[in-house]
T-cell receptor, first 117, second 111 residues
Framework: GAVVSQHPSRVICKSGTSVKIECRSL??????MFWYRQFPKQSLMLMAT?????????EQGVEKDKFLINHASLTLSTLTVTSAHPEDSSFYIC?????????????FGNGTRLTVT | QQQVKQSPQSLIVQKGGISIINCAYE??????FPWYQQFPGKGPALLIA?????SEKKEGRFTISFNKSAKQFSLHIMDSQPGDSATYFC??????????FGTGTRLQVFP
């Protein structure tokens, strides 16, 4: 089945530094990837839609200059949390689909636990 | 209108029992309704999904019931097992991959 790999699984960083999270589709090409954020015991909130070769589309309330998304190839999207603060500590999860639209199943990575000290 | 309401927030079921989780939506443009299972520290995994042209879909011990007129759908887990203990999310989308998730249900199945 379709596999989405996310790296790293855990990261701890100091306030003010930047952290990059990678999301790869291992056995399929994904023109669209999605980035979600999940706080403890809460639901997944969509942050942005990442399209290969074009700018990401951010959801309302998500700072695009803080959460930089790059989707340079059909198998890789990256999320960079810039100038991280403790309130950015969360579980970040990416997802990808092998086909755009048409309700194709979304496959999720195993998430990245970010802790900002 | 974009919300998907999910209940209960938590559920405790005896092994062998039936677990039932309910979801309701407002936006009639939604046409794809998946259920995801999430274990602690892991990403969600697709369990089963349904489209509004059918009222029920069954895969193994998992069944989705869909009521289009009431704008509700539910997940039934038959013969619940301790290994089913996880958080379950319903979701909905409008012919895109952009899913709107419910608030989640934490299921605990005791032996």
């Amino acid at each position: 089945g379709a596999v989405v790999s996310q790296h790293p699984s855990r990261v701890i960083c100091k306030s003010g530094t930047s952290v990059k999270i990678e999301c790869r589709s291992l056995d399929f090409q994904a023109t669209t990837m999605f980035w979600y954020r999940q706080f403890p015991k809460q639901s997944l909130m969509l942050m942005a839609t990442s399209n290969e070769g074009s700018k990401a589309t951010y959801e309302q309330g998500v700072e695009k200059d803080k959460f930089l998304i790059n989707h340079a190839s059909l198998t890789l999207s990256t999320l960079t949390v810039t100038s991280a603060h403790p309130e950015d500590s969360s579980f970040y999860i990416c997802s990808a689909s092998a086909a755009v639209g048409n309700n194709s199943p979304l496959h999720f990575g195993n998430g990245t636990r970010l802790t900002v000290t | 209108q974009q919300q998907v309401k999910q209940s209960p927030q938590s559920l405790i079921v005896q092994k062998g029992g039936i677990s039932i989780i309910n979801c309701a939506y407002e936006n009639t443009a939604f046409d794809y309704f998946p259920w995801y299972q999430q274990f602690p520290g892991k990403g969600p995994a697709l369990l089963i999904a349904i489209r509004p042209d059918v009222s029920e879909k069954k895969e193994g011990r998992f069944t989705i019931s869909f009521n289009k007129s009431a704008k509700q759908f539910s997940l039934h887990i038959m013969d619940s097992q301790p290994g089913d203990s996880a958080t379950y999310f319903c979701a909905a989308s409008m012919n895109t991959d952009k899913l709107i998730f419910g608030t989640g249900t934490r299921l605990q199945v005791f032996p």
